[in-house]
């Protein structure tokens, strides 16, 4: 088992990696992607611009909690599982800025979100087992995706 130290930084590493990743392909004003994304029709519901990143600060330091929290719990299969599922579940996460924004494609953005829930879903019962903190961190988070989802589909809808 890798120390503690290591294993902060390395669930610390990899949710900075994601939202590096995800900052990439953001609507900036005056890009292209930014020009793109103002044109969609979009739900009445969708927030400021400045609402997202507060929010996803709080859910990814949220997320490398809940990592940690399962980290350190007793070594067993149920530890080794929602590792692997947080793992996924980040991956995921990491590839929807890219699909939306990135490649413009919200069906398939979409498509990302529904599997990041299931992903999330899966975390959370098997985190459950080892550190029910750990699950319990992920209620925001999966309500934000759940909240995103609506508004992604909104997006297909009303643009199609």
């Given at each position: 088992?890798?120390?503690?130290?290591?294993?902060?930084?390395?669930?610390?590493?990899?949710?900075?990696?994601?939202?590096?990743?995800?900052?990439?392909?953001?609507?900036?004003?005056?890009?292209?992607?930014?020009?793109?994304?103002r044109?969609?029709?979009?739900?009445?519901?969708?927030?400021?611009?400045?609402?997202?990143?507060?929010?996803?600060?709080?859910?990814?330091?949220?997320?490398?909690i809940?990592?940690?929290?399962?980290?350190?719990?007793?070594?067993?299969?149920s530890?080794?599982?929602?590792?692997?599922?947080?793992?996924?579940?980040?991956?995921?996460?990491?590839?929807?800025?890219?699909?939306?924004?990135?490649?413009?494609?919200p069906?398939?953005?979409?498509?990302?979100?529904?599997?990041?829930?299931?992903?999330?879903?899966?975390?959370?019962?098997?985190?459950?087992?080892?550190?029910?903190?750990?699950?319990?961190?992920?209620?925001?988070?999966?309500?934000?995706?759940?909240?995103?989802?609506?508004?992604?589909?909104?997006?297909?809808?009303?643009?199609?």
């Amino acid at each position: 088992m890798m120390n503690k130290k290591l294993a902060a930084t390395t669930i610390f590493g990899a949710v900075v990696a994601a939202a590096v990743l995800g900052s990439r392909f953001t609507p900036a004003v005056g890009t292209e992607t930014g020009n793109w994304y103002r044109r969609q029709r979009k739900s009445r519901l969708n927030p400021p611009d400045a609402v997202f990143a507060p929010v996803w600060t709080t859910l990814y330091a949220l997320m490398a909690i809940a990592a940690y929290r399962v980290w350190r719990a007793h070594e067993g299969e149920s530890r080794s599982s929602a590792l692997r599922l947080w793992a996924a579940q980040l991956g995921l996460n990491a590839a929807w800025s890219p699909l939306f924004f990135g490649a413009k494609k919200p069906a398939i953005a979409f498509v990302d979100l529904l599997a990041l829930l299931g992903a999330q879903a899966a975390f959370v019962r098997k985190s459950n087992r080892v550190d029910r903190a750990a699950a319990w961190l992920f209620a925001p988070y999966i309500a934000w995706v759940m909240f995103a989802a609506h508004l992604n589909l909104e997006i297909i809808r009303r643009n199609a």
